[in-house]
């Protein structure tokens, strides 16, 4: 294990961190001010590196000049933002290659923040999780859960005050299939074009919106492009906008928006529902107790 913590205390690479190259249980506690600075940044690298973990509290900082990896190839690794503690990188990784599952990313507390340029939940990996709470922030280009075919069951939670900004997209199911994500309890999320189901291989992926001040606002919204049985759950008093266009089956079959018990639904321009060809077929927009608001009808 290593702690830096106290104002000035600095602990500066060169080259590359690894917490756990090779081995397991490793920790790194960064708090009450204290900073560590390198280029890449791993926790967990190869199959063997199993339950590492990175504090970032109190004030602390962990600055990565390039890449973020929370499992490598390895499982069960863990990075905790939490207090005010802030992380920096370019791209960022929640389970690298296709064997590193588990893995997971907890940003919490006001001023707790994690800024990267992507951040990729699932590159090829499956079941990890990266999770925004109580008023912690999390800031970037696109977001991805879920991005190659074998990257599936990953999520993202939003809850109670949390907040994602995607700059760029927002993919729920690039190419994985079964991935999701939950905006609760007050979360919000920001984004450009948002899609659920990518590719013809992303099918099943979900996003669930629920709960007063619950929030997703995005330039436009694609549930389903060339692939199967996607669905968007507006509920509770959640509310989804987008600026733009939304399309419910594009080249793809049995996606689905429900809005229910309070959740609202506002659609900039276009309300589209299996378009193009006759594979989009029994996709479908339901209403119960909720609301759906189109500009052009």
């Given at each position: ?14 080259g590359e ?34 339950n ?18 929370i ?7 863990s ?6 503690g ?20 907890l940003?919490t ?10 951040i ?13 709470s ?8 696109n977001?991805?859960?879920?991005a ?13 005050g ?6 760029g ?16 309890n007050?979360g ?13 291989t ?10 007063e ?29 987008a600026a ?15 809005i229910?018990?309070g ?10 529902i299996?378009?193009l ?9 339901s209403?119960s107790?909720?609301?759906l608001?189109?500009t052009?009808?």
């Amino acid at each position: 294990s290593v702690l830096v913590t106290g104002a000035n205390s600095l602990w500066t690479n060169s080259g590359e961190f690894k917490v756990g190259f090779s081995g397991s249980s490793n920790s790194l506690v960064i708090s009450n001010g204290g900073t560590v600075v390198n280029s890449a940044g791993y926790i967990g690298f190869t199959n063997t590196a199993s339950n590492n973990s990175v504090l970032v509290t109190d004030g602390g900082t962990w600055t990565n000049s390039s890449s973020l990896t929370i499992g490598d190839s390895g499982s069960g690794n863990s990075l905790v933002i939490s207090n005010g503690g802030t992380v920096a990188s370019g791209t960022g990784y929640i389970g690298f290659t296709n064997i590193a599952s588990n893995n997971s990313v907890l940003v919490t507390g006001e001023g707790s923040a994690w800024n990267g340029s992507i951040i990729l939940v699932g590159l090829s990996g499956s079941s990890n999780s990266l999770v925004i709470s109580d008023g912690g922030t999390v800031a970037n280009g696109n977001g991805v859960i879920g991005a190659d075919e074998s990257s599936s069951n990953n999520s993202v939670l939003v809850t109670d005050g949390g907040t994602w900004t995607n700059s760029g997209e927002l993919y729920v199911g690039g190419f994985g299939s079964g991935n999701s994500l939950v905006i609760s309890n007050g979360g919000t999320v920001a984004s450009g074009i948002g899609y659920i189901g990518f590719t013809n291989t992303a099918s099943n992926n979900s996003v669930l919106v629920t709960g007063e001040g619950s929030a997703w606002n995005g330039s436009s919204i694609a549930v389903g492009l060339y692939s199967s049985g996607n669905s968007l759950v507006i509920s509770n008093g959640g509310t989804v906008a987008a600026a733009g266009d939304v399309f419910v089956g594009i080249f793809g079959s049995s996606n689905s928006v429900m809005i229910s018990n309070g959740g609202e639904f506002f659609v900039g321009t276009n309300l589209v529902i299996s378009a193009l060809g006759a594979e989009s077929s029994n996709n479908s927009v339901s209403i119960s107790g909720g609301s759906l608001t189109v500009t052009n009808g």
